[in-house]
């Protein structure tokens, strides 16, 4: 897995977070800083009074925890810019403790008490910015709190003295958790980072690829959405060899309406095609079996004797089978709502002997474009494949015209093939992007 280390990097696969989207991270902050907040410790606390008409109270809290702690209420809001607004409104505490009192020097009184605190406001900013191994990685800024009302309800001991000191109390309480709660909201956004650390960014598709999606550059952050800057670059596993091309700037159109929106560039898409070609993975055997039996044409010297006299003469009556491969990397473009992909093939046929052996029969160049549309069917990713052109050149045999029969080869056999395989790496790249930002149920 490489480092974060070039900020200039451009990303090969974009992913906008919508405010809609961002209610996955809401959630997790939420439970972290309520879990926070019942660990406040509210210190011991002691002081002195004096209180119409018995004159100087000395007065102790003790033993004070915190008992249950609620955030009913709370939205995010997006900061251009910097990250994320985290609103908490109605948000309550309650603890219990014991209380002690001494008056007129020698009169003494104690007992317990239980403290509410309801309307407790909490707001911070979360910075989020990317960290050196290209995770995500955030941070509180700004936290104002704001403890609404307290109610303090003693038991034990004389009634009319405690109401006399209630609002003294009442007061610095409120003033002891005020301090204690952003510090603790900041460790709480903090702890996330914990979690972060733990994503994936380098995720194995098969045996033979995995795919980096680390991010390359801090979000893009404005009024409507996030967006994610990740690598989106294929590897073949073990061996991180940079392809002889690098990514170029492209964008995505914003979708406030989704939740999720992900943009993968042609630099993905040729990345894949350069680690499977480079481990010999571009390439189909196509047999007669593959040929619909009610086909004119089949896989033998006898069909191809028609184009190639040759054959029938020199293998009578022999099944044959094809190998396609690619010669060279096959190149990807995209348009709106279409790729194009441009390959270079070698078709070579063999002639199957009695005994199993393979004779060569020729070697055919295929030079071929086709077009790929990938789009939703239900619930799933998927691709279809149309053939645009082909051209070929054929060596050692003299022939008059292979037009209609590879067509057919390559409308009944490559296409569908190529269309299963166009969904399956669709499917792969956005369930492990999806995984990385911890939203695998979307698909």
Known sequence: MSLLNNLLINPGVKVELTEKGLEYGRQLAIASIQQKLKSIKVPDMSGKERISPIGKVQYSLTNMHIVNAGLPKSAVDLVPGTGVRLSITNAFITMNGRWRVKYLRIIKDSGSFDLSVNGLSIS????????????????????????????????????????????????????????????????????????????????????????????????????????????????????????????????????????????????????????????????????????????????????????????????????????????????????????????????TAYAIQPNATLSPLFVLNLESSVSARVFVSGMKLAGEITLNDFKYHLFDLQVKSLDNIFQMVLKVVILPKLNGEVSLFSFLTLHLLLSSIGKQECF
């Open 124 to 347: 911070t900013s979360i910075a989020i910015s990317s960290d050196e191994t290209g995770r995500p990685m955030v941070s509180s800024v700004n936290c104002a709190a704001n403890v609404g009302e307290v109610t303090i309800k003693f038991h034990g001991g004389a009634s009319w003295l405690y109401n006399l000191f209630r609002k003294y109390i009442e007061k610095a309480l409120r003033g002891a958790m005020e301090k204690q709660i952003c510090p603790l909201v900041t460790d709480a956004v903090s702890d996330l980072n914990i979690r972060l650390k733990t994503l994936n960014v380098l995720a194995k598709v098969d045996e033979y690829a995995e795919i980096e999606y680390s991010m390359v550059s801090s979000p893009t952050i404005s009024n409507s959405a996030i967006v994610l800057n990740l690598k989106g670059e294929f590897y073949n596993i073990g061996k991180h060899q940079e392809p002889p091309f690098s990514a170029t700037t492209f964008s995505m159109q914003s979708q406030t309406n989704n939740m999720l929106s992900v943009g993968i560039s042609a630099f993905t898409a040729n990345s894949a095609a350069f680690v499977y070609n480079a481990a010999g993975m571009l390439s189909l055997y196509i047999t007669d079996d593959m040929i619909p039996k009610s086909s004119l044409f089949h896989l033998n010297t006898k069909s191809f004797s028609v184009f190639i006299p040759q054959l029938e003469k020199q293998f009578p009556n022999m099944t044959m089978k094809l190998l396609v491969k690619t010669v060279k990397n096959p190149v990807i473009t995209f348009e709106p709502d279409n790729a194009t992909i441009q390959a270079l093939c070698s078709v």
